[in-house]
């Protein structure tokens, strides 16, 4: 068993509309999610998370299990609209009680919260009233709310996370229309993207000049897959590192360096949104840590003609703008999600991430992996997801020897959820969950992590 640092972080991860059910329970108002699955054709068999694992009614239970398992650090995201039900205005007091009362039960635990701001969830009336991310008033709402936040949870949350992969909430939302709101548009994503920098940069400035005094740290959680050039060609190598970052650099560079990449700037010309010079100071500087959710990787190539149109719909985004044809190696294992498993692409983005921004504190805010699993003398059996864990901690391990300051490390996810579009047909969690029953079962993975934690002396 290879030790980690003392100090080191172990935690699992969730977020509010995947696992909490009870959407209308208790003051809470809709999100663009309790209206965009009830559309037909938008998630698979028209599954929604209306009840989905019924945290908010089991969080006791769930904490039980997270507290079994050994899991020193929770990170859970809060539901914007169960807090403040119009996104403006009003707080629901019984919501804020949900989390207050979740927050206090995991203390008790000796389990460390860890809260996401937003987690793609989006008052359903700020998409109405005020056109969502793309609106010119959002991040003033939203530091607003996360006003709200730190003055209730922030004495006892010491660890925030303002956006959960910002990326996915501009290119699947405003870009190509998977994912709430459903839009498509080959110019919003970039607003909308732009917007959710600016949200996250102003709520940084609430929590600095009037929490500061609660002592905790703040950052932004982003997701990116390693782009491993597909041969040594200048072009491949370019492509590689255009796709990253159009990716990660496209987040990541506003906030350190206090604008977005330049290729980013020349490819895009007046799609791009500027950032005016007062806002580029709020932005730059605006985190204490690099929070990364990282699950595979890929191979980059350039781009040209009829391959350049077919990788549009790839998973790099809005490709037309960057000319990368992604691939993956046929011998490489595939999760239930088709997500190819490369755990020295972990490591590589890590090194990369310490190289462009200067050697930062990393937490893997999430990583993890569907398989299919099943029960054998009442444990849910899954040596698929183990493996994964078990070459990922390696690489991760690796990358601390190399002087990279990983600080810490969550398991995506906790508990089996909905898995947005997907619905419930893959399973991510170290708690199996019967959706007939909502009966909960820990899987060999969460006996595995368990293991893990306990070999490292927590």
């Known amino acids: 068993m290879k030790k980690f640092p ?9 977020s509010a509309y995947q696992i909490e059910g009870a959407y209308n329970a208790d003051g809470k108002g809709p999100s663009i999610w309790d209206v965009f699955t009830s559309i037909p054709g938008k998630t698979n068999n028209g599954e929604t998370g209306q009840v989905s694992g019924s945290h908010y009614h089991k969080f006791k239970e769930d904490v039980a299990l997270m507290k079994e398992i050994g899991i020193k650090a929770y990170r859970f995201s809060i539901s914007w609209s169960r807090v403040m039900p119009t996104g403006k205005g009003e707080v629901n007091k019984k919501g804020i009680q949900f989390y207050s009362n979740l927050i206090d039960e995991l203390l008790d635990a000796g389990i460390t919260p860890w ?82 920098i600016l949200a996250h940069a102003r709520a940084v400035d609430v929590y600095r000049k009037k929490y500061a005094h609660q002592g905790g740290q703040i950052g932004m959680a982003n997701n990116c897959d390693w782009r491993e050039p597909l041969t040594d060609s200048p072009q491949d190598k370019a492509a590689a590192q255009r796709a990253l970052e159009f990716f990660l ?163 995506w996810s906790l508990m089996d959820n909905f898995e947005w579009a997907l619905g419930y047909s893959k399973r991510f969690g170290l708690i199996h969950i019967d959706y007939q029953t909502l009966e909960r079962t820990l899987k060999d993975s969460a006996y595995w992590y368990a293991e893990v934690i306990r070999q490292n002396g927590v």
């Open 115 to 196: 809260g996401t701001l937003f987690h793609w969830d989006l008052p359903l009336a700020l998409q109405l009233e005020n056109d969502g991310w793309i609106g010119a008033d959002i991040s003033d709402y939203f530091a607003a709310y996360a006003d709200v936040c730190f003055e209730h949870f922030g004495g006892r949350v010491k660890n925030w996370i303002t956006l959960n992969e910002p990326w996915v909430a501009a290119i699947l939302g405003y870009g190509l229309g998977h994912f709430a709101p459903g839009r498509t548009s080959n110019s919003e994503p970039y607003l909308a993207g732009h917007n959710q």
């Open 6 to 14: 003392e100090d080191f972080v172990w935690g699992a991860s969730t």
């Open 249 to 411: 650099g496209w987040f990541a560079d506003p906030v350190y360096f206090g604008d977005y990449p330049a290729v980013m700037r020349e490819r895009l010309g007046e799609r791009l949104p500027e950032f005016t010079p007062e806002e580029k100071e709020l932005v730059k500087g605006s985190v204490d840590y690099f929070g990364l959710n990282h699950y595979t990787t890929m191979y980059a190539a350039e781009a040209t003609g009829a391959a350049s149109k077919q990788a549009a719909e790839s998973n790099a985004g809005l490709t037309e703008d960057q000319d990368v044809e992604l691939s993956v190696d046929e011998n490489w294992k595939r999760t239930t999600m088709n997500w190819a498993v490369a755990p020295w692409g972990c490591r590589k983005m890590l090194e990369w991430i310490d190289e462009r921004y200067g050697h930062p504190e990393i937490y893997l805010t999430e990583n993890g992996s569907s398989w299919d699993d099943w029960k054998v003398n009442g444990k849910v059996a899954d040596p698929g997801r183990i493996d994964f864990y078990r070459s990922y901690l390696e690489e991760c391990h690796k990358a601390i020897g190399q002087g990279i300051k990983l600080k810490g490390y969550f398991a």
